[in-house]
């Protein structure tokens, strides 16, 4: 078997060898002990979000992240509704695109990508537009890696008597988030983000009372909501056949956050992570594309360097070929890679991957103290 390279990615992630393990065995999906675990992280879930107080409920849906969205948006917003989604980058866009698709009336507003959603816009188009429901939008956009302000998007949405969900796939787990506190109606989330368990299936972090109140509005069979909660609630089970490995592994992964301190610890590990990665990739000569303060510990994107023998692909492969894999770039106002510094990876895992990066530059002959990067 060969060894894995280590992701700096936004997921899947680099797990711990002990969460792998925790995957080599069987687990019957209607076992006691399945559903022990089930309820078991379910619990956890709320309490990492701070909502464990009995007005929220967590909810684990089946597949990726985009299919938990896809749950939450094709199962909460009645026919009545509208969806307004503030947009900084593609997973602003994906949510408008399941919207559409869905058949949601839905209002988009766009936004520059290396700015966060300026709320104060976002005030003036719900008062401006009475029709509107429900607000989307993500809090760490991670085609960029910017951090948007969600507390005060929150009170805002609120404020104007509107639902707010928010996309936290790529931050929650690795950023403290007070759901109830920044007054986020519904939450989503994935296994294989900050919490580093294996990809599998989401979860979302919904408010009771408005969970209840969508009874009806659900346009999908696998993926309703309400029915998969009603499930999990009356007998403990997954409607369909559950991922019960993710699960495992999941288990593992919330006793090794608690073991780091929690979302703190975590977040002080990540934030190192992105601090060392920064002064290398600086002293290499490459630009970030984020100002530092709209910068988060999740993700970094690097502008492509303008150098006449750069050349991505061969930057990439070269590096994959070291054993570090980095990821392309996804903002679509200026050409970018990006470096995630979340999942099982430490500073001396960074200090290798910039040394790696120092020696294919100059196996590429390409010395970027003078370079000038892509607009
Ligand atoms: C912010 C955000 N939203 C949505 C997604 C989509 O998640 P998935 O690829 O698991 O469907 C991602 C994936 O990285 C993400 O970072």
């Known amino acids: 078997m060969s060894q894995s390279k280590l992701l700096f990615t936004p997921g899947p992630l680099t797990t711990s060898e002990t969460v792998k393990q925790a995957m080599l065995r069987d687990l019957g999906s209607r076992d006691a002990e399945f559903v022990s675990?089930?309820?078991?992280?379910?619990?956890?879930?709320?309490?990492?979000?701070?909502?464990?107080?009995?007005?929220?409920?967590?909810?684990?849906?089946?597949?990726?992240?985009?299919?938990?969205?896809?749950?939450?948006?094709?199962?909460?917003?009645?026919?009545?509704?509208?969806?307004?989604?503030?947009?900084?980058?593609?997973?602003?866009?994906?949510?408008?695109?399941?919207?559409?698709?869905?058949?949601?009336?839905?209002?988009?507003?766009?936004?520059?990508?290396?700015?966060?959603?300026?709320?104060?816009?976002?005030?003036?188009?719900?008062?401006?537009?009475?029709?509107?429901?429900?607000?989307?939008?993500?809090?760490?956009?991670?085609?960029?890696?910017?951090?948007?302000?969600?507390?005060?998007?929150?009170?805002?949405?609120?404020?104007?008597?509107?639902?707010?969900?928010?996309?936290?796939?790529?931050?929650?787990?690795?950023?403290?988030?007070?759901?109830?506190?920044?007054?986020?109606?519904?939450?989503?989330?994935?296994?294989?983000?900050?919490?580093?368990?294996?990809?599998?299936?989401?979860?979302?972090?919904a408010r009771r009372d408005l969970l209840l109140a969508a009874e009806g509005c659900a346009r999908s069979v696998s993926l309703d909501l309400l029915a998969q909660w009603r499930e999990l609630e009356n007998d403990g089970q997954f409607r369909f056949t559950p991922p019960t490995h993710a699960l495992l592994a999941f288990e593992q992964a919330l006793q090794e956050l608690e073991a780091e301190g929690g979302v703190a610890g975590r977040a002080a590990r990540y934030a190192a992570n992105q601090q060392v990665l920064m002064n290398g990739m600086t002293e290499l000569g490459f630009d970030a594309y984020l100002a530092p303060e709209h910068q988060s510990h999740i993700i970094t994107s690097f502008r492509l360097p303008a150098h006449e023998r750069f050349d991505f692909p061969s930057f990439y492969r070269r590096l994959s070929e070291l054993g570090f894999v980095i990821y392309a770039g996804k903002a679509s106002q200026a050409d970018c890679f990006?470096?995630?510094?979340?999942?099982?990876?430490?500073?001396?895992?960074?200090?290798?991957?910039?040394?790696?990066?120092?020696?294919?530059?100059?196996?590429?002959?390409?010395?970027?103290?003078?370079?000038?990067?892509?607009?």
């Open 37 to 205: 675990l089930v309820s078991h992280i379910r619990r956890r879930l709320l309490e990492l979000g701070q909502v464990a107080n009995g007005s929220y409920e967590a909810i684990l849906m089946q597949g990726s992240g985009t299919f938990a969205i896809e749950s939450v948006l094709s199962s909460l917003v009645p026919s009545s509704g509208k969806l307004l989604v503030a947009i900084n980058g593609a997973y602003g866009h994906r949510m408008a695109k399941i919207a559409t698709v869905l058949g949601i009336s839905c209002k988009t507003m766009v936004f520059e990508e290396a700015t966060p959603v300026p709320v104060e816009r976002v005030r003036r188009a719900l008062a401006e537009d009475p029709a509107i429901t429900h607000v989307a939008t993500v809090h760490c956009e991670t085609s960029t890696g910017i951090v948007n302000p969600i507390a005060e998007l929150g009170r805002t949405v609120h404020n104007a008597g509107r639902i707010f969900m928010v996309d936290a796939m790529s931050s929650f787990g690795g950023i403290a988030i007070d759901i109830a506190g920044q007054q986020i109606d519904f939450l989503v989330s994935s296994a294989n983000k900050c919490i580093q368990g294996v990809p599998g299936f989401a979860f979302v972090l």
């Open 338 to 375: 990006r470096v995630g510094t979340i999942g099982h990876i430490f500073p001396q895992d960074i200090r290798a991957l910039v040394a790696a990066i120092r020696r294919v530059l100059r196996e590429m002959q390409v010395d970027l103290s003078h370079a000038v990067t892509h607009p």
